[in-house]
């Protein structure tokens, strides 16, 4: 296969990666049923859902395997990290192990945790060198996908094990988180890597080609989440069609391009029977266009997902800027917030007399999905008009829903549990994905590792607080009723806290956007400048 097909199937290849390996964010599905099984009080469930996030705070290791080790290696151990830390848990809940405690559940809560980073590590590297004019878009594009891990869980748990108690299906998401990520590691693992091409070539059409495909697979991932799974062979066919969308439609880029070549190559071999001369001095031409043409390619390429730094600084001096503690607590108060929301979706739901929890995971998962993906879209389409909106004020937009989001769900009803959540899942998956690129924005690329993981170490410490008193507030509205809480009173205080906490957040982001209005302002103005 051409090299450039397979830059492509790279691509493809992280997307499968990415596509399973949000194994953690389909905890809130089965976390009723480990909190009943294990004999667990509230708090104590908290904290395992800290655990998992706590994990992420070592990724750093993973970071240093992958400059010392193939990157295939390196996704096999993350594969065997999760392997072991959700394959012990499995085992206990199958009564396959007589004795476990709850520390040992911690621990291996947080050795699962780890291994999203390990995957998560190789999937950056290998989209970022083979495509590094398009970088920001294709990390994007690829990332997004990790919004629906809960999507196609819960559609496997569904066609598989269909009509099962809610202690069956909790086993089977540990034995799926367990199984098939190693799996996919395994088959991915060969192609999911670097690959020299020379120069890189304009590749806007196989952009536009898995653009349509993420947005019809996002459509129609939403479409599937609303209401009740029906009964029947419904389940069979989504999983069906959810395979088709993921697995099997990005293929179609590395195919055609492998195609493409393939037909640009025999064509070159038919020109034989030209003088030499001539042949000679068509090839010449034709190298000459070919090289101006892939310039003006690069070079526009460059121009659209050019990082131009407010400045480079590395750790030391982020932490005496301003702009990086603002950037910190709105990050804190926005995205790491609705991640707790999604941790605690069980029993949020369970409060509420709702028992299709895991609809609304699919649901929280699809529209965090698309969240994840409008960066990409404003990026690709956007980035040099003179309309584009700046990330500070992106932040700004996503914040004040997010805070309108848990004042609705004080409302008792079902509806407005659907409306919040799918609020909170877009508002939550698209900061994550602006994230990435707004530090390298205020902080330069130089040291943008270390920077950007001091900052996403806010979702542990959330994790722990927000959670830590969530669960005290639905302890203290329990009343001691068997560890159960049931009735909107359970969290009305929580989602009152929340939203304030969030609406701080909207006003912070604001300061942040003001001052740097003028930076953004010179960027774009170099951005539309005719070059």
């Not at 240093?64 to 499995?90: E, K, R, T």
């Not at 131009?308 to 503690?325: C, H, N, P, Y």
Request: neutral net charge.
């Amino acid at each position: 296969m051409a090299q450039a097909a397979l830059r492509w199937l790279s691509l493809v290849a992280v997307v499968w990666l990415q596509f399973i390996n949000g194994t953690n964010t389909n905890f809130p599905a089965y976390s009723s049923e480990l909190k009943q099984l294990l004999s667990m009080s509230q708090l104590q469930l908290n904290n395992l859902a800290f655990a998992s996030d706590a994990g992420k705070i070592l990724g750093c290791l993973a970071g240093f395997a992958a400059d010392h080790l193939p990157f295939s290696v390196v996704l096999i151990i993350g594969s065997i990290l999760g392997f072991i830390g959700y394959g012990v848990q499995f085992l206990y809940v199958s009564n396959l192990i007589s004795s476990l405690s709850y520390w040992q559940v911690f621990g291996l809560s947080v050795l699962a945790g780890n291994s999203i980073c390990w995957i998560n590590t190789v999937c950056y590297i290998v989209v970022i060198r083979n495509f590094p004019s398009y970088r920001q878009i294709a990390v994007g594009i690829s990332t997004s996908y990790i919004g629906l891990s809960a999507k196609i869980f819960t559609d496997i748990v569904d066609a598989v094990w269909p009509h099962s108690s809610p202690i069956r299906r909790a086993r089977a998401y540990l034995l799926l988180n367990t199984v098939l990520p190693l799996v996919v590691c395994v088959i991915a693992a060969p192609i999911a890597r670097a690959i020299d091409a020379g120069k890189e070539r304009k590749k806007e059409g196989g952009f536009i080609v898995m653009f349509v495909i993420t947005i019809a697979t996002g459509i129609y991932a939403v479409i599937s989440s609303l209401g009740s799974v029906p009964s029947g062979s419904w389940p069979v066919i989504n999983l069906v069609v959810m395979v088709v969308l993921v697995i099997l439609a990005p293929l179609t880029i590395p195919l055609g391009e492998s195609l493409v070549e393939e037909w640009g190559l025999s064509n070159e071999e038919k020109v034989h029977d030209f003088p030499i001369k001539e042949l000679h001095d068509n090839r010449e031409l034709r190298s000459v266009e070919e090289g101006m043409v892939e310039e003006e390619v690069v070079v526009a390429a460059e121009v659209c997902d050019e990082v131009v730094a407010k400045e480079e600084i590395g750790l030391k001096t982020m932490l005496s800027r301003l702009d990086f503690w603002l950037y910190f607590l709105i990050y804190f108060l926005g995205a790491t917030l609705g991640l707790v929301f999604f941790n605690n979706l069980g029993q949020i739901s369970e409060s509420r007399g709702y028992s299709s929890t895991s609809s609304l995971v699919s649901l929280s998962s699809a529209f965090g999905f698309f969240g994840r993906l409008m960066p990409s879209l404003q990026d690709y389409f956007f980035s040099r008009s003179k309309y584009v909106v700046s990330r500070p004020a992106s932040l700004v937009a996503l914040m004040a829903p997010i805070s309108g989001a848990f004042f609705i769900l004080v409302n008792p009803t079902n509806l407005c549990l659907y409306i919040s959540t799918a609020i909170i899942g877009v508002c939550t998956g698209a900061i994550s994905s602006i994230a990435v690129s707004l530090t390298s924005d205020l902080f330069g690329t130089t040291n943008f590792g270390v920077n950007h993981n001091v900052l996403v170490a806010n979702i542990p410490l959330g994790s722990f607080l927000f959670g830590f008193f969530a669960a005290r507030l639905y302890h203290k509205e329990g009343h001691g009723g068997g560890g159960r809480c049931i009735g909107i009173e359970c969290y009305r205080g929580t989602f009152i806290n929340w939203g304030s906490l969030s609406l701080l957040g909207t006003f912070l982001s604001l300061v942040l956007y003001a001052r740097n209005r003028k930076f953004y302002l010179q960027r774009l103005q170099a951005a539309v400048t005719p070059r």
